[in-house]
């Protein structure tokens, strides 16, 4: 999401058995998506199949409606598709995948009354060892965010984390994007941005939903959106970006993960 106005609401909590049905079904669409997409497809058929799944499941997308400030139109699919140069908010349309593509699936919906949001960023075909390098510091970046994930923690504390991994692995950061709280809706409040101060920003509560969200282009922290259909971002310099995202719910301790999928190596990260 962007950063937007700060909204001073008193948010609804889920328990967690309220939670974990989106969760768990975001989390296995994109696994099946990731058995499932390959050279050849179009990226209509992957919003399709998307599509068909939340039919099936009886969910609602949050994307099909949705018009933020970000975007010309109202979004009109149900999966962000996001292919090389397009990093973030890849609007799905008939281009059909090549070997060795670095594809972003970004996807969220309700089930139950409660929201999930996730990405994954996969290679189509025969991998480049750069991409999964890129694919790999992603994920270690938003898991250093996720660590910092607990009651009394501040967004700030996850941005630094977020922003200090990225730095020391070679990347910089935008600071346009990032992650949000979730809840009965997407995009609702904390921001969560990609950058922070120890102790800055808004305080986490027990049971509150937020998503971590990092994005990495190897050469530049620069976007620009595609003039051709007024939504997908793309790297300023058309270096290829990676995205990861989970939805959390805030502990005392370690978060739960709402969104982990089951066929993932266990991360790079202290939460083992
Ligand atoms: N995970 C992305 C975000 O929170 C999803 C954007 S949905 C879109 O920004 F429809 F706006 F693309
Ligand atoms: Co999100």
């Given at each position: 999401m962007?950063?937007?106005?700060?909204?001073r609401?008193?948010?609804?909590l889920?328990?967690?058995?309220e939670?974990r049905?989106?969760?768990e079904?975001?989390?296995?669409?994109?696994?099946?998506?990731?058995?499932?997409?390959?050279?050849?497809?179009?990226?209509?058929d992957?919003?399709?199949?998307?599509?068909?799944?939340?039919?099936e499941?009886g969910?609602?997308?949050?994307?099909?409606?949705?018009?933020?400030?970000?975007?010309a139109?109202?979004?009109?699919?149900?999966?962000?598709t996001?292919?090389?140069?397009?990093?973030?908010?890849?609007?799905p349309?008939?281009r059909?995948?090549?070997?060795?593509d670095?594809?972003?699936?970004?996807?969220?919906?309700?089930?139950?009354?409660?929201?999930?949001?996730?990405?994954?960023?996969?290679?189509?075909?025969?991998?480049?060892d750069?991409?999964?390098?890129?694919?790999?510091?992603?994920?270690?970046?938003?898991w250093a965010?996720?660590?910092?994930?607990?009651?009394?923690?501040?967004?700030?504390?996850?941005?630094?984390?977020?922003?200090?991994?990225a730095?020391?692995?070679?990347?910089?950061?935008?600071d346009?994007?990032?992650?949000?709280?979730?809840?009965?809706?997407?995009?609702?409040?904390?921001?969560?941005?990609?950058?922070?101060?120890p102790?800055?920003?808004?305080?986490?509560?027990?049971?509150q939903?937020?998503?971590?969200?990092?994005?990495?282009?190897?050469?530049?922290?620069?976007?620009?959106?595609?003039?051709?259909?007024?939504?997908?971002?793309l790297?300023?310099?058309?270096s290829?970006?990676?995205?990861?995202?989970h939805?959390?719910?805030?502990?005392?301790?370690?978060?739960?993960?709402?969104?982990?999928?089951?066929?993932?190596?266990?991360?790079r990260?202290?939460?083992?």
């Amino acid at each position: 999401m962007i950063l937007g106005r700060r909204r001073r609401v008193t948010q609804e909590l889920p328990t967690l058995d309220e939670a974990r049905p989106a969760g768990e079904f975001v989390a296995s669409v994109l696994s099946h998506l990731r058995e499932v997409v390959g050279v050849g497809w179009n990226l209509l058929d992957v919003d399709a199949e998307a599509h068909r799944l939340i039919r099936e499941a009886g969910a609602t997308s949050c994307y099909i409606d949705y018009h933020p400030v970000f975007g010309a139109s109202p979004f009109g699919y149900v999966i962000c598709t996001s292919v090389n140069e397009g990093v973030l908010h890849g609007r799905p349309d008939d281009r059909v995948l090549a070997d060795g593509d670095l594809l972003s699936l970004d996807f969220a919906v309700e089930v139950d009354g409660w929201v999930a949001d996730s990405c994954l960023s996969i290679v189509i075909g025969t991998p480049r060892d750069e991409d999964l390098q890129l694919i790999r510091d992603t994920e270690q970046v938003m898991w250093a965010g996720i660590d910092q994930v607990r009651s009394g923690a501040t967004v700030g504390d996850i941005g630094h984390a977020v922003m200090t991994t990225a730095h020391d692995l070679g990347y910089a950061i935008n600071d346009r994007f990032g992650g949000h709280g979730v809840g009965r809706t997407m995009h609702e409040a904390p921001f969560v941005p990609n950058h922070g101060t120890p102790g800055g920003g808004t305080e986490l509560v027990a049971g509150q939903l937020i998503t971590v969200e990092p994005f990495l282009v190897p050469t530049t922290s620069e976007l620009v959106v595609d003039e051709r259909d007024g939504w997908t971002q793309l790297s300023a310099d058309g270096s290829r970006g990676a995205h990861a995202e989970h939805t959390l719910q805030v502990t005392d301790g370690a978060p739960v993960v709402l969104t982990a999928r089951a066929d993932d190596p266990a991360p790079r990260s202290s939460l083992g």
